[in-house]
């Protein structure tokens, strides 16, 4: 052994001594690593089940304390169906917690199905379970006890009358509300004010009122001498105008009094000479306080107002009784009187009808825009889709599962002899036509060979057959399409133009076309609308929200 030897094997312990440690600090982290890595375990208590019957899936999680732990959420068993998912039981022991979660699994169908891996988030770091195959067996039924009968054949369903209804409803409801405004301002006999009592009074009694009502007034104590001979003037001057058919309110002074003395020389009214001396000596006392500013004495003033209700009584005195003519004419007046309040009336009550109207009109285009409101008043169609009773159903098989605005109707399709040769099957339904405003169809191909389907062979049939019905101009997009259950699809989507023969117009649609399939089938959905139809985008919106397919044959 040589000195290079010696010295190797002396330094050899503290060597492997060095890499022992070394080792045991790499382990360590290990260890603990180790420790604190989640276990995840799954369980199902069965693995053949009859159609309609339930499988308890259950997920054990074995975790930190301080973990959070989201497990699956949704229809995400797929092609099972979630029924419900049961939080089961959470134990503690120290820094760990177990959690348990089971889900109760079914499915309609006969057949063998795989339900693929869960997805188990713990803090944010993803973990899959493993995979389950299921058998579902069909129902037995003994046909030597239980009768075969024919599928029945399709049926009328009325429809709902529930829209009916809400529109009688709001009908008579503005019916009502017109009809109370009429019978409120036109129809209903409102009591009189005391205004309107005294209007309806002949001149004779209403001027002896007014000047007791003068005579109670607190003009004089209050110093307001003008006011007082204005109001008194005034009322003896109407009762002239309508009584003795004189103009005495557009009359002066010295007018009035020639008016009435030619009055009295012609026999038509037979006043004393003193009478209309004593009405001159007033209009004059009158005009002297409202134009020179005089004021007479408080018992003058109470005097003229005497010998003013004097000269009434003389007057009306004097007046020849009225004959059958006047007395006529003096109720074709009142008549007149009434149609002009009647016709007044009428148009309050059309001003406050209209009046409600544009204001209700303008407060809702204010708040719901124009067209919402023009569409409600109006009605447009795809707003009436769009807002009536929808329908959800299955179509075809393999069944194509969506709601609609309204229930789709079997179409019956003539195929050439070269199709018949590849299809087994071919199932249609559809909802207006693609021409139309706005439309929805299903179609659902199974093949007599279990090949792939070519969804490119599909899409472009159905677009050969919107070029036929005369779409111009196609622009066509596509992208994945996933439905609520998790199936996979594609989506071919786009524009086009039809052209108006009449107008020569150009009238541009849009189209969805949802493309499914498996071994030997092809299921499509295909819609079509008007653009710029914000209805029809929300219909559309709620078609596909709905939208699932079943891919097992």
Sequence with gaps: ???????????????????????????????????????????????????GEQIHYKITVETDSTDIVHFPEGQTFSPLETVEAIMADTIKNKNKIVLQRIY??????SGAYTIPPQRVAI???????????????????????????????????EKSNAKLWWTLFWLLLALGLIGGLVYWFVLRKKPLTEEEKEALLPPYDRALLELKKLENSRYLIQDEYK???????????????????????????????????????SGELNLEDETIIQFQKILQTADLVKFAKSKPAVSIAEQDRKLVEDIVVKTHEALPEPTEEEL????????????????????????????VLFLGSGLSVAYFGFK?????????????????????????????????????????????????????????FSYGSYVGIFSVATSSVTYKEQTDPNFEVAIGSTLASFENLGLRNIIT????FVTKSGVQGLKTYGTGSFKDDEGGSSQKAKYNILTFGGKGFVQQVVITWEE????AEDIVSRILSSLDVKTQV
């Design 328 to 355: 006529l004419l003096n109720e074709e007046y009142l008549e007149e009187l009434a149609r002009k309040k009647q016709r007044k009336r009428i148009y309050w009550t059309a001003a406050i009808f209209v009046g």
């Design 477 to 480: 997009k596509q992208e994945e």
């Design 123 to 157: 803090s944010e770091q993803p973990f899959f379970t493993d995979s389950f195959r299921i058998k579902v067996a069909d129902v037995a039924v003994d046909t030597t006890k239980q009768k075969m009968y024919d599928i029945k054949p399709l049926i009328q369903v």
């Design 104 to 109: 109760a699994l079914t499915q309609f169908d």
């Design 532 to 535: 710029g139809d914000n209805y």
């Design 1 to 51: 052994m040589n000195k290079e030897q010696t010295k190797l094997w002396s330094s050899g312990p503290r060597l492997w001594g060095a890499m022992v440690l070394f080792c045991a600090v790499l382990l360590v982290p290990e260890k603990a690593l180790a420790q604190n890595t989640p276990k995840i375990s799954t369980e199902i208590d069965t693995t053949q089940i009859k159609i």
């Design 227 to 265: 006011k007082y001979y204005s109001e008194l003037t005034d009322i003896v001057r109407s009762y002239l105008e309508e009584d003795v058919q004189v103009s005495a309110l557009e009359s002066t002074t010295s007018e009035l009094i020639t008016k009435l003395e030619m009055l009295k020389d």
């Design 372 to 428: 919402e409101v023009r569409d409600t008043v109006f009605g447009y169609p795809t707003k009436e889709l769009l807002e009536g009773e929808w329908v959800a159903s299955s179509y075809g098989y393999p069944p194509i599962e969506l709601e609609t605005p309204d229930v789709l109707v079997r179409q019956e399709v003539k195929l050439p002899p070269e199709t018949e040769e590849l299809i087994k099957e071919l199932q249609t």
